[in-house]
């Protein structure tokens, strides 16, 4: 008879505890090339802060900021970028890399 192991779910949740591991996700959403991921990522960064107290510095209520940040919806640019405003984050750009033919 096999050995049952005992697995516990994974939850990105706890890994992200430092600015490191924060900018990783988001740069591993935005390499996804689809916005929905970068969403994604930006609520699960606001729920293991705290989705309340971003809520409450937002100016928004929690439901609200939540359903923005599901995946479900496609928020308002501002909505993302005062999201990120109030992570402690920024946004920077640079050209994309040239793609050889």
């Not at 697995?7 to 900018?23: G, H, P, T």
Request: charge should be neutral.
């Amino acid at each position: 008879m096999a050995k049952k192991v005992k697995v516990s779910d994974w939850n990105v949740l706890d890994y992200l505890d430092n600015e490191e591991a924060i900018a990783a996700y988001l740069q591993a959403a935005v390499a996804e090339n689809d916005p929905q991921s970068l969403i994604l990522a930006i609520g699960d960064i606001a729920r293991a802060r705290g989705i309340n107290k971003m809520a409450a510095d937002m100016g928004v209520n929690r439901e609200s900021l939540y359903k923005s940040l599901n995946g479900k919806t496609k928020p308002q640019f501002e909505t993302i970028y005062n999201a990120i405003d109030k992570l402690g984050l920024e946004m920077s750009f640079r050209p994309k890399m040239a793609v050889a033919a």
